[in-house]
């Protein structure tokens, strides 16, 4: 796990080394080099419970939004964190909600896409009107799993001002990842590049 960083970090060994407990061993070792239990103000045997149920549910019996699909979008997630131009822009609010939605971004996914629940009338599609079905739902599973349970609620020691402005950067990313969102972010990120920056 020390080539975390490189691009070329096998998902794949890892999957197969710790029990099919990747998330929690790659989690855990990010976690800490980021700072984000001194940051939450919380245990590393809370976030390492919070590790655990959010990997528990990840299906595995999903043959791709599983477990190691989280553990792939985190590594990516910290090999653009490692970047200088990453750096020299996300502040540590920034760090942890990337993190975190890279984390749950997926979480209890049914194998099945937002349109197809939609057309299917599901009851996830109605809870959310059709809109960002699964993205919604990885969200509000997530906060009811953490907050739900005093053993894993990374966030429960956090200033109230500063719990809501972390969920609502983590909702942000999250709700960024949603396919039929994909061509106006990347448009944005595009003419935001051709742009100089200011400071």
């Given at each position: ?151 894993c609620n990374i966030f429960k020691k956090m200033k109230r001002n500063d719990y809501r402005t972390l969920c609502q950067g983590i909702i942000d990313m999250v709700l960024a990842t ?19 920056w200011q400071h």
């Amino acid at each position: 796990m020390d080539k975390e960083e490189s691009w070329k970090f096998d998902i794949f060994e890892l999957e197969a080394a710790p029990h099919n407990r990747p998330l929690i061993y790659l989690g855990l070792k990010i976690f800490a080099r980021f700072g984000i239990c001194e940051f939450l103000d919380c245990s590393e045997s809370m976030l390492s419970s919070w590790l655990q149920i959010i990997e528990a549910n990840y299906h595995s019996s999903n043959p791709y939004h599983n477990s190691t699909h989280a553990v792939d979008v985190l590594h990516v997630t910290v090999y653009f964190l490692s970047k200088e131009s990453i750096r020299e822009t996300f502040n540590p609010v920034d760090e942890a909600a990337a993190l975190i939605a890279a984390t749950i971004r997926d979480v209890d996914h049914p194998g099945r896409t937002s349109s197809f629940l939609c057309n299917a009338g599901s009851e996830l599609a109605i809870l959310y009107n059709g809109i960002a079905v699964l993205k919604n739902h990885h969200e509000a599973f997530t906060f009811q799993l953490t907050i739900g349970d005093d053993k894993c609620n990374i966030f429960k020691k956090m200033k109230r001002n500063d719990y809501r402005t972390l969920c609502q950067g983590i909702i942000d990313m999250v709700l960024a990842t949603e396919m039929t969102k994909h061509c106006e972010h990347v448009n944005n990120l595009s003419t935001a590049s051709t742009r100089p920056w200011q400071h």
